[in-house]
């Protein structure tokens, strides 16, 4: 086979991959616009007969007196403060690891390791005894503030890597010139993460912009839902399910993560290669 041939299969074929890949969003997308009796009969179909933006418009206007917006202000409120919590914490804990030398280091990051394998359900009852107790049920504390106490496992580890290899002359260099171990971690460790923070970042943002059981466990009340649980609302296994309303409201929460992931898609290959992800 030649060149030329071998570079028209391989193109094709990631041409035909890359489009059965998208083909889910471009049909919640058709079917956002579509009529509702038109969803399901003319399933297959990508061109909606006419195009029918009052699925927008019902579906923002949410429920009582809710609005979709209000979701989308309760999502960000809690990604936003997530993701900064997230980036402290973690941060700081794989600072630890990776530079200091502290009593049971190595159980402390066997702990680690096991936290890492160990599902989030298993520590959910306990968690939700704990937060029961502190009368933050139906707030947004139980979402937040976990993130600026421990930090999460998963990242920990990435960051450990990434600082693992920064070269110790640096943290040397500083001491010479007086510097504290946290004006290490500050001004001399913290700047050469960015890449790894990116990273740490766009996935927390991810994963807790798409947290389902998290707001669906500890938020009662309606006004405090996120967009995750209000995508919910539509769908009534009892009654009759608001399809096009649900696919409109649903097109809209994907526009956060595909701004994030076009803004910062260099951040994140580069944190990626440089955090010991890669295969």
Known sequence: MSQAMRSFVYHTGVILFGLFMVYPILWTLSSSLKPEQEIFVKAASLIPSTVNWGNYVKG???????????F???SFIITIGVVIGTLISSSLVAFGFARLQFKFRKALFACLLVAVMLPAQVTLIPQYILFHQLGWINTFLPLIVPAFVGGTPFFIFMLIQFIRGLPRELDESAVIDGCSTLGIYWHIILPLMVP????VAIFSFYWTWDDFLGPLIYLNQTKLFTVSLGLRMFADPSSVSQ?????AMS???IVP?????????KYLVQGIATTGLKG
């Open 257 to 265: 993560q595909l701004l994030v992931f076009l803004f910062f898609q």
């Open 251 to 253: 097109v809209l929460s």
């Open 60 to 70: 923002w206007a949410g429920f009582g007196r809710t609005d979709f917006g209000i």
């Open 72 to 74: 989308f202000q309760n």
């Open 243 to 247: 399809w096009g309303p649900l696919f």
């Open 196 to 199: 790894a923070l990116a990273t």
